[in-house]
Protein backbone atom coordinates (compact mmCIF):
# COMPACT_ATOMS: atom_id res chain seq x y z
CA UNK A 1 0.00 0.00 0.00
CA UNK A 2 1.26 3.27 -0.52
CA UNK A 3 -0.58 4.78 2.47
CA UNK A 4 0.08 4.27 6.79
CA UNK A 5 -2.67 2.64 8.42
CA UNK A 6 -3.30 5.72 10.44
CA UNK A 7 -3.83 7.66 6.86
CA UNK A 8 -6.24 4.57 6.09
CA UNK A 9 -8.20 5.13 9.00
CA UNK A 10 -8.35 8.53 8.82
CA UNK A 11 -10.62 8.42 5.79
CA UNK A 12 -12.31 4.89 6.35
CA UNK A 13 -15.52 6.29 5.74
CA UNK A 14 -14.92 6.90 2.38
CA UNK A 15 -11.39 5.10 1.35
CA UNK A 16 -12.03 4.54 -2.03
CA UNK A 17 -13.52 7.90 -2.67
CA UNK A 18 -10.45 10.09 -1.22
CA UNK A 19 -7.77 7.34 -3.26
CA UNK A 20 -9.79 8.47 -6.05
CA UNK A 21 -9.61 12.00 -5.57
CA UNK A 22 -6.07 12.27 -4.58
CA UNK A 23 -4.92 10.00 -7.77
CA UNK A 24 -7.19 13.02 -9.96
CA UNK A 25 -5.45 15.70 -8.32
CA UNK A 26 -2.28 14.16 -9.25
CA UNK A 27 -2.54 13.75 -13.19
CA UNK A 28 -4.11 16.91 -13.23
CA UNK A 29 -0.49 18.00 -11.49
CA UNK A 30 0.85 15.73 -14.28
CA UNK A 31 -1.08 17.31 -17.09
CA UNK A 32 0.18 21.20 -15.96
CA UNK A 33 3.44 20.19 -15.46
CA UNK A 34 3.40 18.95 -18.86
CA UNK A 35 1.85 21.82 -20.38
CA UNK A 36 4.29 24.08 -18.47
CA UNK A 37 7.20 22.07 -20.31
CA UNK A 38 5.87 22.12 -24.09
CA UNK A 39 4.67 25.90 -23.35
CA UNK A 40 8.93 26.14 -22.47
CA UNK A 41 10.48 24.60 -24.89
CA UNK A 42 8.27 26.58 -27.40
CA UNK A 43 9.31 29.89 -25.44
CA UNK A 44 12.92 28.61 -25.84
CA UNK A 45 12.39 27.90 -29.58
CA UNK A 46 11.65 31.06 -29.71
CA UNK A 47 14.27 33.01 -27.91
CA UNK A 48 16.51 30.94 -30.07
CA UNK A 49 14.86 32.01 -33.72
CA UNK A 50 14.48 35.43 -32.59
CA UNK A 51 18.20 35.99 -31.68
CA UNK A 52 19.54 34.40 -34.58
CA UNK A 53 16.91 36.09 -37.30
CA UNK A 54 18.13 38.94 -39.08
CA UNK A 55 18.06 40.74 -42.87
CA UNK A 56 21.26 40.35 -45.29
CA UNK A 57 22.57 43.45 -45.87
CA UNK A 58 22.64 44.26 -49.30
CA UNK A 59 26.10 46.04 -51.15
CA UNK A 60 25.74 49.33 -52.83
CA UNK A 61 21.98 49.65 -51.90
CA UNK A 62 20.29 52.69 -52.71
CA UNK A 63 16.43 52.98 -53.34
CA UNK A 64 16.50 56.76 -54.55
CA UNK A 65 19.03 55.87 -57.24
CA UNK A 66 18.37 55.57 -61.11
CA UNK A 67 19.95 53.36 -63.09
CA UNK A 68 22.06 53.40 -64.35
CA UNK A 69 23.89 55.45 -61.74
CA UNK A 70 27.12 56.64 -61.69
CA UNK A 71 29.49 56.94 -58.79
CA UNK A 72 33.01 59.47 -58.62
CA UNK A 73 35.54 56.66 -57.73
CA UNK A 74 38.73 57.66 -55.60
CA UNK A 75 42.30 57.56 -57.33
CA UNK A 76 44.72 55.59 -56.05
CA UNK A 77 47.97 56.66 -54.83
CA UNK A 78 50.83 54.95 -56.72
CA UNK A 79 52.98 53.01 -54.35
CA UNK A 80 56.74 53.67 -54.22
CA UNK A 81 59.67 51.64 -53.25
CA UNK A 82 60.84 51.88 -49.69
CA UNK A 83 63.51 51.00 -47.36
CA UNK A 84 63.62 46.99 -46.64
CA UNK A 85 60.95 45.99 -49.55
CA UNK A 86 61.87 42.73 -51.54
CA UNK A 87 61.65 43.26 -55.08
CA UNK A 88 60.95 41.06 -57.80
CA UNK A 89 63.35 41.66 -60.95
CA UNK A 90 62.93 39.82 -64.40
CA UNK A 91 65.21 41.35 -67.26
CA UNK A 92 64.59 39.61 -70.75
CA UNK A 93 67.52 40.40 -73.23
CA UNK A 94 68.83 38.70 -76.43
CA UNK A 95 71.54 37.37 -74.13
CA UNK A 96 70.09 34.26 -72.48
CA UNK A 97 73.39 33.49 -70.36
CA UNK A 98 73.03 37.61 -68.91
CA UNK A 99 69.53 36.56 -68.45
CA UNK A 100 69.81 33.54 -66.08
CA UNK A 101 72.39 35.77 -64.40
CA UNK A 102 70.22 38.57 -63.30
CA UNK A 103 66.72 36.49 -62.93
CA UNK A 104 68.71 34.06 -60.68
CA UNK A 105 67.16 35.76 -57.36
CA UNK A 106 63.49 35.26 -58.56
CA UNK A 107 63.72 31.78 -59.91
CA UNK A 108 65.64 30.34 -57.20
CA UNK A 109 64.53 29.56 -54.05
CA UNK A 110 65.49 29.83 -50.15
CA UNK A 111 64.19 26.84 -47.29
CA UNK A 112 62.65 29.11 -44.86
CA UNK A 113 63.81 26.87 -42.57
CA UNK A 114 67.21 28.52 -43.15
CA UNK A 115 65.56 31.98 -42.04
CA UNK A 116 66.11 33.12 -38.69
CA UNK A 117 62.23 32.50 -37.30
CA UNK A 118 61.84 30.32 -40.44
CA UNK A 119 59.94 27.15 -40.14
CA UNK A 120 60.82 23.86 -42.52
CA UNK A 121 59.14 22.57 -45.26
CA UNK A 122 58.87 26.05 -47.27
CA UNK A 123 60.68 27.94 -49.68
CA UNK A 124 60.17 31.88 -50.60
CA UNK A 125 62.11 33.54 -53.61
CA UNK A 126 65.39 35.35 -52.49
CA UNK A 127 64.23 38.76 -54.25
CA UNK A 128 66.09 41.72 -54.52
CA UNK A 129 66.16 43.47 -50.82
CA UNK A 130 66.45 47.35 -50.31
CA UNK A 131 68.63 48.37 -47.91
CA UNK A 132 68.90 50.99 -45.39
CA UNK A 133 70.56 53.08 -47.87
CA UNK A 134 67.90 52.55 -50.48
CA UNK A 135 69.94 50.66 -52.46
CA UNK A 136 69.53 47.33 -54.34
CA UNK A 137 72.88 45.05 -55.64
CA UNK A 138 72.29 43.44 -59.20
CA UNK A 139 74.80 41.64 -61.62
CA UNK A 140 76.42 43.79 -63.82
CA UNK A 141 75.30 47.42 -62.93
CA UNK A 142 76.38 47.02 -58.80
CA UNK A 143 74.44 48.86 -56.48
CA UNK A 144 71.33 51.34 -58.08
CA UNK A 145 69.24 54.04 -55.50
CA UNK A 146 65.78 52.78 -55.81
CA UNK A 147 64.15 54.37 -52.49
CA UNK A 148 61.33 56.59 -53.45
CA UNK A 149 60.54 55.64 -57.02
CA UNK A 150 57.57 54.19 -58.43
CA UNK A 151 57.74 50.49 -59.95
CA UNK A 152 57.55 51.92 -63.21
CA UNK A 153 60.52 54.52 -62.23
CA UNK A 154 62.79 52.10 -60.88
CA UNK A 155 62.43 49.82 -64.59
CA UNK A 156 63.38 52.75 -66.34
CA UNK A 157 66.62 53.82 -63.84
CA UNK A 158 67.74 49.59 -63.79
CA UNK A 159 67.09 49.35 -68.04
CA UNK A 160 69.30 52.65 -68.57
CA UNK A 161 72.28 51.37 -66.05
CA UNK A 162 71.83 47.87 -67.89
CA UNK A 163 71.73 49.34 -71.44
CA UNK A 164 75.74 49.68 -70.83
CA UNK A 165 76.32 45.48 -70.47
CA UNK A 166 73.09 43.83 -72.50
CA UNK A 167 71.71 44.32 -75.68
CA UNK A 168 68.04 46.01 -75.57
CA UNK A 169 66.94 44.94 -72.33
CA UNK A 170 63.13 44.67 -71.07
CA UNK A 171 62.90 44.82 -66.96
CA UNK A 172 59.77 44.51 -65.09
CA UNK A 173 59.65 45.10 -60.97
CA UNK A 174 57.08 43.65 -58.95
CA UNK A 175 56.78 43.87 -54.92
CA UNK A 176 57.22 40.62 -53.27
CA UNK A 177 56.52 41.30 -49.60
CA UNK A 178 53.51 43.49 -50.12
CA UNK A 179 50.51 41.75 -48.30
CA UNK A 180 47.38 42.66 -46.94
CA UNK A 181 45.15 40.66 -43.92
CA UNK A 182 41.29 39.89 -43.95
CA UNK A 183 39.73 38.75 -39.99
CA UNK A 184 36.31 38.93 -38.69
CA UNK A 185 33.05 37.53 -40.24
CA UNK A 186 34.95 36.54 -43.67
CA UNK A 187 34.75 32.60 -44.97
CA UNK A 188 38.25 32.72 -45.49
CA UNK A 189 40.24 34.94 -43.05
CA UNK A 190 44.35 35.04 -43.57
CA UNK A 191 46.87 37.20 -44.94
CA UNK A 192 47.26 37.77 -49.42
CA UNK A 193 49.81 39.31 -51.02
CA UNK A 194 49.02 42.68 -52.52
CA UNK A 195 49.54 42.46 -56.57
CA UNK A 196 49.33 46.24 -57.27
CA UNK A 197 47.92 49.39 -56.48
CA UNK A 198 44.38 48.44 -58.24
CA UNK A 199 43.40 45.96 -55.74
CA UNK A 200 40.20 46.94 -53.91
CA UNK A 201 38.67 46.03 -50.72
CA UNK A 202 36.21 44.10 -52.95
CA UNK A 203 39.35 41.98 -54.38
CA UNK A 204 40.52 41.63 -50.87
CA UNK A 205 37.06 40.43 -49.53
CA UNK A 206 36.62 38.35 -52.38
CA UNK A 207 40.15 36.82 -51.70
CA UNK A 208 38.57 35.77 -48.18
CA UNK A 209 36.16 34.06 -49.58
CA UNK A 210 33.71 37.19 -49.13
CA UNK A 211 31.73 38.13 -45.86
CA UNK A 212 29.68 35.75 -43.73
CA UNK A 213 25.91 36.27 -43.43
CA UNK A 214 26.17 37.53 -39.97
CA UNK A 215 29.27 40.42 -41.17
CA UNK A 216 27.78 43.79 -40.29
CA UNK A 217 28.49 45.30 -44.23
CA UNK A 218 28.01 48.98 -43.13
CA UNK A 219 31.03 48.83 -40.77
CA UNK A 220 34.08 47.60 -41.90
CA UNK A 221 37.04 48.56 -40.51
CA UNK A 222 40.34 49.30 -42.21
CA UNK A 223 43.53 49.45 -40.13
CA UNK A 224 46.18 51.22 -41.87
CA UNK A 225 49.99 52.60 -41.25
CA UNK A 226 49.97 56.55 -42.32
CA UNK A 227 53.37 58.13 -41.44
CA UNK A 228 54.35 55.75 -38.15
CA UNK A 229 51.13 55.71 -37.10
CA UNK A 230 48.04 53.56 -37.04
CA UNK A 231 45.00 55.00 -38.64
CA UNK A 232 41.38 53.30 -38.42
CA UNK A 233 38.79 53.64 -40.98
CA UNK A 234 35.62 52.76 -41.68
CA UNK A 235 33.86 51.57 -45.07
CA UNK A 236 30.08 51.46 -45.82
CA UNK A 237 29.83 48.47 -48.32
CA UNK A 238 25.90 48.96 -48.10
CA UNK A 239 26.59 52.49 -49.80
CA UNK A 240 27.91 53.59 -52.93
CA UNK A 241 29.62 56.07 -51.74
CA UNK A 242 32.12 53.35 -50.73
CA UNK A 243 33.88 54.11 -54.53
CA UNK A 244 35.01 57.38 -53.23
CA UNK A 245 36.61 56.20 -49.86
CA UNK A 246 40.84 56.31 -49.43
CA UNK A 247 39.95 52.98 -47.93
CA UNK A 248 38.42 51.48 -51.30
CA UNK A 249 42.02 50.62 -52.63
CA UNK A 250 44.30 48.76 -50.47
CA UNK A 251 48.10 48.93 -49.34
CA UNK A 252 50.74 47.59 -48.33
CA UNK A 253 49.80 46.22 -44.60
CA UNK A 254 46.46 47.15 -44.19
CA UNK A 255 44.34 45.17 -42.14
CA UNK A 256 40.63 44.15 -42.95
CA UNK A 257 38.40 43.95 -40.02
CA UNK A 258 34.71 42.43 -40.70
CA UNK A 259 32.84 42.85 -37.22
CA UNK A 260 30.07 40.88 -36.43
CA UNK A 261 26.55 41.79 -36.21
CA UNK A 262 24.83 41.85 -32.63
CA UNK A 263 22.33 38.72 -33.34
CA UNK A 264 24.96 36.52 -33.98
CA UNK A 265 26.74 37.83 -29.90
CA UNK A 266 24.41 36.68 -26.98
CA UNK A 267 23.88 38.78 -23.99
CA UNK A 268 25.80 37.55 -21.32
CA UNK A 269 22.27 38.09 -18.81
CA UNK A 270 20.48 36.05 -21.97
CA UNK A 271 23.08 33.12 -21.59
CA UNK A 272 22.39 33.21 -17.99
CA UNK A 273 18.62 32.94 -18.71
CA UNK A 274 18.45 30.50 -20.90
CA UNK A 275 20.65 28.74 -18.26
CA UNK A 276 18.18 29.02 -15.50
CA UNK A 277 15.38 28.24 -17.48
CA UNK A 278 17.02 24.78 -18.63
CA UNK A 279 17.47 24.20 -14.88
CA UNK A 280 13.87 24.81 -14.01
CA UNK A 281 12.68 22.81 -17.03
CA UNK A 282 15.02 19.88 -15.75
CA UNK A 283 13.47 19.92 -12.47
CA UNK A 284 9.99 20.11 -13.57
CA UNK A 285 10.35 16.94 -15.94
CA UNK A 286 12.10 14.81 -13.16
CA UNK A 287 8.81 15.92 -11.13
CA UNK A 288 5.88 14.30 -13.86
CA UNK A 289 8.12 11.46 -14.03
CA UNK A 290 7.71 10.78 -10.48
CA UNK A 291 4.40 11.62 -10.25
CA UNK A 292 3.58 9.49 -13.51
CA UNK A 293 5.44 6.46 -11.86
CA UNK A 294 3.08 6.80 -8.73
CA UNK A 295 0.02 7.24 -10.05
CA UNK A 296 0.24 4.42 -12.56
CA UNK A 297 1.10 2.50 -9.37
CA UNK A 298 -2.88 3.27 -8.14
Known amino acids: MLFDDHVIKQYDTQPKQTIVKLNNMLKALQKVIQLIIVGGFCCFGFIACKSTKHSIQPYFHDNTAAY??????YVPQVSRIQKEDLLGITVSSLNRESNDIINF????????SSLPGGGGGGAQPIGYSVDSSGNIVMAFVGKVNVEGLTLEGAQEKIRLALNKFIKEPAV??????????????????GAFNLLDDRTTILDALASAGDLSVFAKRDSITIIRVVKGKREIGRVN?????????PYFYMKNGDIIYAEPLPEKLIPQPQNNSLRNWQIFTTI?????????????QW
Not at 105 to 112: C, D, I
Not at 240 to 245: M, N, P
Not at 286 to 291: E, L, M, N, Q, S
Open 237 to 245: LTNREVFKS
Open 68 to 73: PAFVDV
Open 172 to 189: NIRFMNHKYVVMGEVNKA
Open 284 to 296: VGTAAIVINLVTR
Open 105 to 112: SNVNSLSL
